[in-house]
């Protein structure tokens, strides 16, 4: 077996799949030598995210070396080999995929190390543990190699307190906060595969538990799971048109994947763990409740938590009406042009067609619409209607206990047009809803506050395009509706985006509303000029939106940039899995043409 050695700042991270260290093969030696200490079945935590065995190993002599672990009977088929200075509380900082099995070699001498293992325990069992080390003088393994092994009984804790062992098989998730905020019942999703034998119900036996760092106490957090997608072929390891063989492993192995959202409390600066538990095929449904609930009919549903109420167009889905549950007598809304809902766009204007707005679907032919206590989605895409050269999506996520949710919005060229306007993340309101306007200014570093009952109608107050958040409120009664920039992109395909002087404005009329201009002729000084947008482009967009009760008195818009802080530095996400028995110990790339991949006769020296 080869193996490969990463190393940073003296930590040293091995990642080993068992291959019986080739002792059978080749009637080696073997003593009884091996010295260790710190024998242990340890509970997860950020560094060793798992239930797992772990020994500290001395050697008698610095030397290379391959490692096999065996738990009562069964070689662990991945351990970690680890050496320098521990860091328990964040997830490890190098790794070796399983992948990397057929090709990696290990030069590293060692005399010190700990090797840890995934090991499923229960507790107050004891376990026959056995460790063999092959001390080699050269990469390659050689009759002239000494193994040296050592075994021992080791008991799990008595009285741990981990899930139950009905669930067969976890997947980790060790969460990280690094904005020094400290994080309640925060939305988090992970995509994960599954094995088909794995998954038969994992639409209703996934069950998410937090492990605490001191107690190692499991419990369960809310969580939901959602497009789930099989993909059951197999690969065809016959041979080919003359009988010789393909390949000896599988390419691929049938695979279920699935997102999985749950709610995650993390406190600041800190790494938690959380444990996906999965098949148990006689699990039943669990009964998940959350302030957060969606009724009626799609494209026309209301959306609501503790906070706050939303209400959709009928015929568009797109955000109609908002208001706080604390002040259901002041809404929020629009109505007061073509399609009367708030969000209005993606937008195009093709001259001589009427200037379409994604508003303006009577019923999107695409629709898809999730429930559930942890996220409720609403996706809507379409090409715009009356220029069928463009395709637009509309999407949003609503969440529990929070005063915000998502929009995110997608605008694809399909054949190049001349367009007069061009433009996204446009927000309408009633003008009699709305007495100000304030938005952080990049030029000026400041925050501007404009009244916009003393600007003439029409007139646009400009701001940089990447903007980062802007609120409009009425001063009265004190509700304010606020847009936080989670991100823009303008790309191309066939061709590089064409922007002409892209940039964020309000203006006022009958309405009040924010946009942002990608290129906008229409509102320039020689308005009747068009602009070709080509063919490939495709223009982004993700905000949260907030309403909430101002403060004009005292810290009016920091509740928005609380949220941007915490928004903006989501918790880190790092995913650890066991490696299951039916992977293969190498793996075969495809290439698309004949030639060395680089790691022929590839040898390292000793470090």
Same mark, same amino acid.
């Given at each position: 077996?080869?193996?490969?050695?990463l190393s940073?700042?003296?930590?040293?991270?091995?990642f080993i799949?068992a291959?019986?260290?080739?002792?059978?093969?080749q009637k080696l030696?073997?003593?009884?030598?091996l010295?260790?200490?710190?024998?242990?079945l340890g509970?997860p935590?950020?560094?060793?995210?798992?239930y797992h065995f772990?020994?500290?190993?001395?050697l008698?002599?610095?030397?290379m070396?391959e490692?096999?672990v065996t738990?009562d009977?069964?070689v662990?088929?991945a351990v970690?080999?680890?050496?320098?200075?521990?860091?328990?509380?964040?997830?490890p900082?190098?790794?070796?995929?399983?992948s990397?099995y057929?090709?990696?070699?290990?030069g590293?001498?060692?005399t010190?190390?700990?090797?840890?293992g995934?090991?499923?325990?229960?507790p107050?069992q004891?376990y026959d543990?056995?460790?063999?080390v092959?001390?080699?003088?050269?990469?390659?393994?050689?009759?002239?190699?000494?193994?040296?092994?050592?075994?021992?009984?080791v008991?799990?804790?008595a009285?741990a307190?981990?899930?139950?062992?009905?669930w067969?098989?976890?997947?980790s998730?060790?969460l990280?906060?690094?904005?020094?905020i400290d994080?309640?019942?925060e939305?988090?999703?992970?995509?994960?595969a599954?094995y088909?034998d794995?998954?038969?119900s994992?639409?209703?036996?996934v069950?998410?538990v937090s492990?605490d760092?001191?107690?190692?106490?499991?419990?369960e957090t809310?969580?939901?799971?959602y497009?789930v997608q099989e993909?059951?072929?197999?690969?065809?390891?016959?041979?080919?048109?003359?009988?010789?063989?393909?390949r000896?492993v599988?390419?691929w192995?049938p695979?279920?994947?699935?997102?999985?959202?749950?709610?995650?409390?993390?406190?600041a600066k800190t790494?938690?763990?959380?444990l996906?538990?999965?098949?148990?095929p006689k699990?039943?449904?669990e009964?998940?409740y959350?302030?957060?609930?969606?009724?009626?009919?799609?494209?026309g549903?209301?959306?609501?938590?503790s906070?706050y109420?939303?209400?959709l167009?009928?015929?568009s889905?797109?955000?109609d009406?908002?208001? /706080? =549950?604390?002040?259901? %007598? +002041? @809404?929020l809304f629009?109505r007061?042009?073509?399609n009367g809902a708030?969000h209005?766009?993606?937008?195009?204007?093709v001259?001589?067609?009427?200037?379409?707005?994604?508003?303006?679907?009577?019923?999107?032919k695409?629709?898809?619409?999730?429930?559930g206590?942890v996220?409720?989605?609403?996706?809507?895409?379409d090409?715009l209607?009356?220029?069928?050269q463009?395709?637009?999506?509309?999407r949003?996520e609503?969440?529990?206990g929070?005063p915000?949710?998502?929009?995110?919005t997608c605008m694809?060229?399909?054949e190049?047009v001349?367009a007069?306007?061009?433009r996204n993340a446009?927000m309408?309101?009633?003008?009699e809803?709305i007495?100000?306007?304030?938005?952080y200014?990049a030029?000026?570093?400041?925050i501007?506050v404009y009244?916009?009952?003393?600007?003439p109608d029409l007139?646009d /107050? =400009?701001m940089?395009? %990447? +903007? @980062?958040?802007?609120?409009?409120f009425?001063?009265?009664?004190g509700?304010a509706?606020?847009?936080?920039?989670?991100?823009?992109?303008?790309s191309?395909i066939?061709?590089?985006p064409?922007?002409l002087?892209?940039?964020f404005?309000?203006?006022t009329?009958?309405?009040v509303y924010?946009a942002r201009?990608?290129?906008?002729?229409f509102l320039s000084?020689n308005m009747?000029?068009v602009?070709?947008?080509p063919?490939g482009n495709i223009?982004?967009e993700?905000?949260?939106f907030?309403?909430y009760?101002?403060d004009t008195?005292s810290?009016?818009?920091?509740?928005v940039?609380?949220?941007?802080?915490q928004?903006m530095?989501?918790?880190?996400?790092h995913?650890?899995?066991?490696?299951?028995?039916?992977?293969s110990?190498s793996?075969?790339?495809?290439f698309m043409?004949?030639?060395?991949?680089?790691?022929e006769?590839r040898?390292?020296k000793k470090?």
């Amino acid at each position: 077996m080869k193996l490969d050695i990463l190393s940073k700042t003296g930590l040293t991270l091995l990642f080993i799949i068992a291959s019986s260290l080739v002792i059978g093969a080749q009637k080696l030696k073997e003593t009884s030598a091996l010295q260790a200490s710190g024998i242990e079945l340890g509970f997860p935590y950020p560094e060793i995210p798992y239930y797992h065995f772990k020994a500290d190993i001395e050697l008698p002599q610095s030397s290379m070396m391959e490692v096999e672990v065996t738990v009562d009977g069964k070689v662990l088929r991945a351990v970690d080999i680890r050496r320098g200075r521990a860091d328990r509380n964040h997830p490890p900082q190098t790794e070796r995929s399983s992948s990397g099995y057929g090709l990696s070699q290990d030069g590293a001498s060692y005399t010190n190390f700990t090797v840890v293992g995934w090991v499923k325990w229960q507790p107050g069992q004891e376990y026959d543990v056995r460790v063999a080390v092959r001390m080699k003088k050269e990469v390659q393994a050689t009759r002239n190699d000494v193994i040296i092994s050592g075994s021992w009984k080791v008991k799990a804790p008595a009285q741990a307190a981990t899930f139950n062992s009905d669930w067969k098989n976890y997947k980790s998730v060790v969460l990280s906060e690094t904005a020094g905020i400290d994080r309640q019942n925060e939305p988090v999703e992970v995509l994960l595969a599954f094995y088909p034998d794995e998954a038969e119900s994992i639409a209703r036996d996934v069950r998410v538990v937090s492990v605490d760092p001191e107690t190692h106490e499991v419990k369960e957090t809310l969580s939901q799971v959602y497009d789930v997608q099989e993909y059951l072929k197999e690969d065809d390891m016959g041979p080919d048109k003359n009988g010789n063989p393909t390949r000896s492993v599988p390419l691929w192995l049938p695979t279920v994947t699935a997102r999985v959202s749950f709610l995650a409390s993390v406190p600041a600066k800190t790494s938690r763990v959380f444990l996906i538990y999965y098949n148990n095929p006689k699990a039943l449904v669990e009964p998940c409740y959350s302030d957060l609930q969606v009724q009626g009919d799609a494209p026309g549903l209301q959306i609501s938590n503790s906070l706050y109420s939303v209400s959709l167009h009928n015929g568009s889905g797109h955000l109609d009406q908002l208001a /706080l =549950k604390s002040r259901p %007598d +002041v @809404p929020l809304f629009h109505r007061m042009e073509t399609n009367g809902a708030v969000h209005w766009n993606p937008d195009i204007y093709v001259p001589p067609s009427a200037w379409t707005h994604s508003a303006d679907w009577k019923a999107p032919k695409g629709m898809h619409i999730l429930t559930g206590p942890v996220v409720a989605k609403t996706e809507f895409w379409d090409n715009l209607r009356g220029v069928p050269q463009v395709d637009v999506s509309v999407r949003y996520e609503f969440y529990p206990g929070v005063p915000y949710f998502i929009s995110s919005t997608c605008m694809r060229i399909n054949e190049t047009v001349q367009a007069l306007a061009l433009r996204n993340a446009e927000m309408v309101f009633k003008r009699e809803l709305i007495t100000h306007a304030a938005w952080y200014d990049a030029l000026r570093d400041t925050i501007i506050v404009y009244d916009v009952n003393s600007v003439p109608d029409l007139t646009d /107050l =400009k701001m940089e395009a %990447d +903007v @980062p958040w802007i609120v409009l409120f009425n001063r009265p009664n004190g509700i304010a509706f606020a847009g936080i920039q989670l991100g823009y992109d303008n790309s191309g395909i066939e061709s590089a985006p064409r922007t002409l002087n892209p940039y964020f404005y309000v203006t006022t009329g009958p309405w009040v509303y924010w946009a942002r201009a990608l290129a906008h002729p229409f509102l320039s000084a020689n308005m009747q000029q068009v602009v070709p947008v080509p063919k490939g482009n495709i223009f982004s967009e993700k905000w949260a939106f907030m309403i909430y009760h101002i403060d004009t008195e005292s810290n009016p818009f920091g509740p928005v940039l609380s949220w941007r802080k915490q928004l903006m530095q989501p918790l880190r996400i790092h995913l650890v899995e066991e490696v299951d028995d039916r992977v293969s110990k190498s793996l075969q790339e495809v290439f698309m043409d004949n030639g060395k991949s680089g790691w022929e006769d590839r040898q390292t020296k000793k470090k």
